[in-house]
């Protein structure tokens, strides 16, 4: 076998990843079948920002191919794929399935085979079972099967993957093992369990946050209901309260908490419960519209300007994939108000912040990026948008202390 290890899928989980072991003096093979990215890593090009890949990419050798049976010249192969939910509630394998259909025939006797996309419950059990079942091997034996999922955050990557404790449920004897030492040059302490309880421990990782970040936003909306402030709420509530504390409200989504809870949620005891999480976040972009609109009165939002800062879907992020910024913006359109979108992070071309803010009726922060707290931010809007510009502002990152306040407002509290 040619190579130590092969990643399959070198998107945000897998690039980084096959980085990091080529790092750690390993000889790795990427597989892509996008012509794009593996066109960017010819050129060694990031395909996306992520702290510390740059220099990373510049330095170590990887070696790149867009066919994944390709992987089964290597000893170790890691599939990091993407795995959606269908829109009815299923996890959708068909990325998982077609790549080991690929690698089936081909694979050998010695091999290890790791999964570490997210999964459902159950998912690392049925890969062993499908290679057990077509090739007559015993996995844990003959080849080796483990779950070592993904817990790091997008823009995190390299500070964490050294530290993270590393999940590694192996499937039979031997595979917890093999999979343990494939992860163990990138120096994160590893924890054995089963294959089953990885696949628990990251999805519920993320629900838990998902359901976390769904009660402020909850309590946003009841607090526009009774005319309160939810921030001087959430103050009375945490200050000096010695039994933890509520987080803060915004736009919860991105690729894996819109998705993961569903993982549970397809085969759930209480149907409803998460889904009703997912529905608290989802309804916060028509929140935030309808706020506007109740506040700008008669003529409604048609061909009044509003400004949309943010396309990521989480702070300093370039990362938009399942961003409710999107949202927001496809309701603010069938409203015919008049969208300027400014992203300082994205690769997406966006309008520049100054002609965005400049002249809008509504200024809405969509992403907390660090460059909307600085204080020059919420001057800029002032100066530029005017006492009468509505600033919609969930995060309060451009610090008004209110979701919804007038410019003159502010400028009132402030003097
Ligand atoms: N993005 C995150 O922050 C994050 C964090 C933790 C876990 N995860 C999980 O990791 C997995 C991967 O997520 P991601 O964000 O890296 O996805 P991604 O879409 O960025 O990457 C998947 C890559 O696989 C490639 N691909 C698809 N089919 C292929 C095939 N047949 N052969 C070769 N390549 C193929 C795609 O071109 C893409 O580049 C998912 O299960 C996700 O839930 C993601």
Redesign the pocket.
């Known amino acids: 076998m040619q190579h130590d290890v092969c990643v399959?899928?070198?998107?945000?989980?897998?690039?980084p990843l096959a980085l990091s072991f080529a790092d750690a003096g390993l000889s790795v093979l990427g597989?892509?079948?996008?012509p794009d990215?593996l066109a960017a890593l010819r050129e060694r090009r990031m395909?996306?920002k992520e702290p510390g890949t740059d220099e990373l990419l510049a330095r170590v050798d990887l070696d790149l191919s867009?066919?994944?049976a390709d992987g089964a010249d290597a000893r170790s192969i890691v599939l990091?794929?993407?795995?959606?939910s269908f829109s009815h509630i299923e996890i959708d394998m068909g990325?998982i399935r077609?790549?080991l259909d690929?690698l089936l025939p081909l694979l050998q006797r010695d091999q290890l085979v790791v999964l570490?996309?997210?999964?459902a419950p159950g998912t690392t059990e049925f890969v062993a079972g499908y290679l057990e079942k077509h090739r007559g091997f015993t996995v844990g034996e003959d080849v080796f099967v483990a779950h070592v999922?993904?817990?790091?955050?997008?823009d995190r990557f390299m500070a964490e993957i050294g530290t993270l404790p590393c999940i590694v449920g192996g499937v039979g004897e031997g595979s917890g093992e093999r999979a343990a030492e494939l992860f163990a040059p990138l120096g994160a302490p590893i924890v054995q369990t089963s294959p089953v309880q990885a696949e628990l421990a990251?999805i519920w990782t993320?629900i838990f946050r998902y359901a976390t970040f769904a009660l402020p936003n909850l309590l946003m909306m009841d607090c526009e209901r009774y005319d309160a402030n939810v921030f001087e709420v959430i103050d009375l509530i945490n200050r000096d309260y010695p039994r933890g504390g509520i987080g803060r409200p915004g736009l919860t989504a991105?690729?894996?908490l819109r998705?993961?809870f569903t993982f549970s949620e397809e085969k759930s005891n209480a149907p409803g419960m998460l889904l009703a999480v997912s529905r608290v976040h989802e309804s916060v972009p028509l929140f935030l519209v309808d706020g506007v609109k109740r506040r700008l009165g008669g003529g409604g939002l048609r061909e009044r300007k509003i400004a949309v800062l943010g396309l990521a879907f989480k702070a300093d992020t370039d990362?938009e994939?399942d961003s409710l910024s999107h949202k927001l913006i496809r309701l603010l359109e069938r409203e015919l108000a008049d969208v300027a979108v400014h992203d300082p992070v994205v690769a997406t071309p966006t309008s520049g912040f100054e002609e965005a803010i400049g002249d809008a009726d509504v200024v809405i922060v969509a992403t907390n990026h660090s460059a909307f707290s600085r204080p020059q931010a919420l001057r800029a809007v002032a100066e530029r948008a005017g006492a009468d510009c509505l600033v919609v502002d969930p995060w309060n990152a451009l610090g008004t202390g209110q979701v919804f306040a007038y410019v003159s407002e502010v400028v009132a509290l402030r003097a």
């Open positions: 399959i899928g070198l998107g945000r989980v897998g690039l597989v892509d079948n996008d990215v395909p996306f867009h066919r994944a990091t794929l993407g795995t959606p990325d077609s790549v690929d570490r996309s997210t999964v999922p993904e817990r790091i955050a997008a990251k993320n991105g690729t894996c998705k993961d990362d994939r």
